[in-house]
């Protein structure tokens, strides 16, 4: 098993930042992906930013410019720092990863956090 703990959301008004982390443990031997989603009240769930194994990023076109990914692999963490927000950007941020688990390093899964509340407001 897994397990991502998430850390970082909070209430900040607009134009402020934030620093999500998410710290993966448990049964890894490796993980390709690690990603940012997030999901807003009566909306889908929405891509964020993705991170590869060997840091290619992709970013959802709202968030390009203003948003950063970053991974430090030695600690199985992924990081969405968040600058210039918007009331727009509130949600509940879950962050997820594609793993190869130790036992089987002929499958891989994916796994979500428990989500952390970024709230933007004045």
């Known amino acids: 098993q897994v397990q991502l703990v998430e850390s970082g959301g909070g209430l900040v008004q607009p134009g402020g930042s934030l620093r999500l982390s998410c710290a993966a443990s448990g049964s890894i031997l490796s993980i390709n992906t690690m990603g940012w989603y997030r999901q807003a009240p009566g909306k889908q769930r929405e891509l964020v930013a993705t991170i590869t194994s060997g840091g290619s990023t992709n970013y959802a076109d709202s968030v390009k410019g203003r948003f950063t990914i970053s991974r430090d692999n030695a600690k199985n963490t992924v990081y969405l720092q968040m600058n210039s927000l918007k009331p727009e950007d509130t949600a509940v941020y879950y962050c997820?990863?594609?793993?190869?688990?130790?036992?089987?390093?002929?499958?891989?899964?994916?796994?979500w956090g428990q989500g952390t509340q970024v709230t933007v407001s004045s």
């Open positions: 997820n990863v594609d793993y190869v688990p130790d036992y089987d390093v002929t499958v891989h899964y994916g796994s």
